[in-house]
């Protein structure tokens, strides 16, 4: 446009002045051209590079492996977030996600607390074989499994069982290390008392805190509530459930025995959020399995591009290309951030309830290779 038409465009001489003080007293943004993807790696970085400093034993069963960066910085992450861990074990490169248990107030490291899962893989050997010093690779944190003031309640119930505790761990941390004003309840569910990951903290804490409570429930032992964490319970601990918001984080088993239990306090959906958390270790006894596939059936499949591989009934897709030396990217290995995403061309997998799976994903035939499992030859394009 002609300068002397702007010219007399009302505002104009403001519009000139206000640019002159910028110029002499504002931040000249131009000396950050080129450094936006150097900020946005520095929050969001692909991997990150990180040594063992420390580990603490948590139960006889479980431990918390202490993470700092090599290069002295970690992104900030939200309380309930996750991180992907990977792993070289006898010659096969694989991932496992695990919930942040520290606190994100302080990012001089990342605590990730792992329990020794009964015919597991990585949980063996980090639990085992790992030692201060060592090195990992790790993922940038992720996962919506965190609290949102514009959505929920600042009346929360936590529910948990086993090692789904861990992100309550740094939610509940990160509440009292900064002052914030927040009602919590944490019900969890173990097995017997010795395997309460965090029990002297959260004991020691609900006595000192007067706005957390401390319920734990045990199905074996000494303990105020014994058994299954049930509606009764809920009630008891907690009183009227109208008006809070419902965090859960377990097994399988403990989700479907959950919302059962949930179904008397007549919760709207948006009270209750769930994080996701594995697909089924037990397959076979899945609801909709064909029954004459067994643990012995064996499948090809042709990696188009690549190589056709043999693979066993009851293991994902995503483990059984591992297994032959295959690298999918991934990142939560539950069915949810489709990072691990194949095209299926032909054949049939079996997905567990639960999945989430665009629409557009299904249209083109796309799956998620971390909760697929072969029921038949198939043909895929990763």
Known sequence: MDSTILKQLEGYQSVVNDIEVLQ????NYRLDRG???QYVEQLHPHSLDVKVIDIIDETPS???VRLSSRKKYLPPFQAGQYISVTVSIDGIRTT???SISSSPDQIAFYDITVRRVEGGFVSHYLCDKLAIGDSLQ???SSGNFYYNPIIHSNKLVFIAGGSGVTPFKSMIQHAINTGTEREMWLIYGSKNPDELIFNEYFASASKKYPFFKYIPVCEEGESRYKGYITASIIKDAVGDSSNKTFFMCGPQTMYEH??????PLQLKPKQIKMEMYGVPTDIFSQTGWPKEI???TTFTIKVRGKKDIRV???ETLLQSLEKNGIIVPSLCRSGECSLCRVKLVSGNVYQPEGVKIRQADRRFGYIHSCASFPISDCEIIL
Do not use: F, H, N, W
């Open 24 to 27: 002499r007293y504002g931040y």
């Open 35 to 37: 450094l936006v993807k």
């Open 62 to 64: 479980t431990k918390t």
């Open 96 to 98: 496992r996600p695990y």
């Open 138 to 140: 790790i993922s940038a």
């Open 258 to 263: 959950m919302l059962k239990e949930l179904q």
């Open 294 to 296: 067994s643990k012995d």
């Open 312 to 314: 066993q009934a009851g």
